[in-house]
């Protein structure tokens, strides 16, 4: 299946098939080199039938997780691709989740002022939500994605059998962005996971890639409709940072979800969607610092911060919080 | 006067005036904090006239020179931004030479994916050329402006008053990239260089911005007719970056012409000017280093770089040379 994504700064595909890894360089195409950039939490699988292909291209692994989508680690790739003589004309490949893409992308955004970027996406999460839509970052001073760019992807290759090495925990961690994708824009969505989820994945995660290209495609750069992607993650990016990397991203997002819904029967129908994906519903952390956290969010105004409800399924809405409120709702 | 810019990423206006220092709140508006950033080679007098009207605005001065154009200082004005809790509606002003623009520039297009950002350029080579066209950078590992981004500023306030403070040095330094201006685009603008110029420096400025915002206009992301501003500046970068501090940036354009230029006349004309402003022609330093540093530019390809070259003033053109012709220019 191909996805074809209209942006301001440019026009790019994103393929989904199993199997598609393994012939990766055929849609790639030649005429320059690749730097691949990944972490050593994907699999040696992957990255081994993708370096197959590019048997000369140099390869940075970098420390998996969120501690490391930092400031540090963007200088030593960077001076990894000048080392390594990388040109305008070359391209980066990320492979693997979500930290992987926000890091190697911010890479390609600013190489030489951008270079062009190719993602392969290795978990529910990267593939359902973070591959698309330009969105680049690392972490500074404690403060989640606080230094990056808008950077779209030349080319994004999902492989589903990717998956299949994936620990349980980090599938359901993305699946909170599909239940999360559901609710505020597709009620039909929300219901596959209220049946047999297991065997719908694959319509799972082309249901969720689709909506969120159309949100992008209307919204590049956040100004405006966008803003509903963020349902739950206010809160969630609170419980991210105070859990200190005790919770996975999704998981934040199934908790911030649950902190804001103010509609009992959406929020009882969430609570099983929940119980069944394993994901946890409510952070055993400081709420002080968690409100602290917010109120330092890059989103955030002087006079509070835009919160996105859902009062029906499948239509989300935003709402300007005061700060009060906020602290009020973190109980 | 006024000029207005337009580009993809946004239209903006840059004012030129004496004395616009003074005034500058009232053209930069309300509604917002302001972040000042500068570094300790603008004269304080500048510094405290705008301080004057932002009291309460922090300010971050770091030391002067290309050698702190880097990663360090980019992540401590990101990091000052943070503790200080700039938020995404705020305004980064950058007051100062090409540095700082450069500096500030990327700050301002990475912090929070990009905040707005207004330019107070306080040299002629920042007010002759690099303040507009959105080009911002560091340098990395010994390669000028290796990691950066375009990012077009919100405003442009140039006062010619605050070169009064500027060494003659630095206002010659300037003053060379308007005479590759009017090499390349404007013999009109030559001939000036060829008289009087002193008297006409007003004019030199305001020549030299509008055909630099009509070439941008153009060209924004440099695929085109904008790599016709690079005149002199392959050699340049490379005495740059081997020069070591030695050189600055205008003087190695100065000597990168020189060094380029195969019609003789012209040549002759350019030595005549240069001699009067004081600008070096050629470059005391190892040439086997230069060039591995061209070999090493972003502007390079595998079969060798695009070279701006003149043969007649005011309409300059781009050659591709081999690796093995530009070894060879170099003696």
Known sequence: ME????????????????????????????????FIISDDGVDDKWISILLDQYPDSPL??????????????????????????????????????????????????????GIRYLNIPTTTLAQIDSSIGGKTAVDL???????GAFWQPSLVLIDPETLSTLPSRHVNNGLAEAVKMGLILDEKLFELFEGDYESHLDEIIERSL??????VEQDENETGIRKLLNFGHTFGHGYETVGEGRYLHGECVAMGMMTVLEN??????????????????????????????????????????????VDEIGKGHIERWSFDRIRRKLG
């Open 264 to 309: 009992e029967e959406i929020k009882e129908r969430l609570h099983k969607v929940l119980q069944k994906l394993d994901l946890p519903e409510s952070c055993e952390c400081d709420n002080e610092k968690v409100f602290s956290i917010i109120c330092n969010d890059k989103k955030s105004a002087a006079d509070g911060i835009d919160i996105v409800q």
């Open 210 to 215: 689709i909506l969120k290209k159309e949100i």
């Open 141 to 147: 001073g404690g403060i989640k994605n606080i230094v």
């Open 3 to 34: 996805i074809k994504v209209t942006t301001r700064q440019r026009d790019y595909s994103i393929f989904i098939e199993h199997g598609l890894l393994k012939k990766a360089r055929s849609l790639i195409g030649e005429g320059f080199n690749v």
């Open 60 to 113: 940075f692994r970098f420390n998996h997780g969120e501690a490391n989508k930092n400031l540090n680690t963007y200088r030593d790739i960077l001076s990894w691709l000048a080392r390594n003589r990388a040109n305008r004309h070359d391209v980066i490949i990320g492979i693997g989740g979500g930290v992987v893409g926000d890091v190697a992308g911010f890479v390609a955004a600013t190489y030489m002022r």
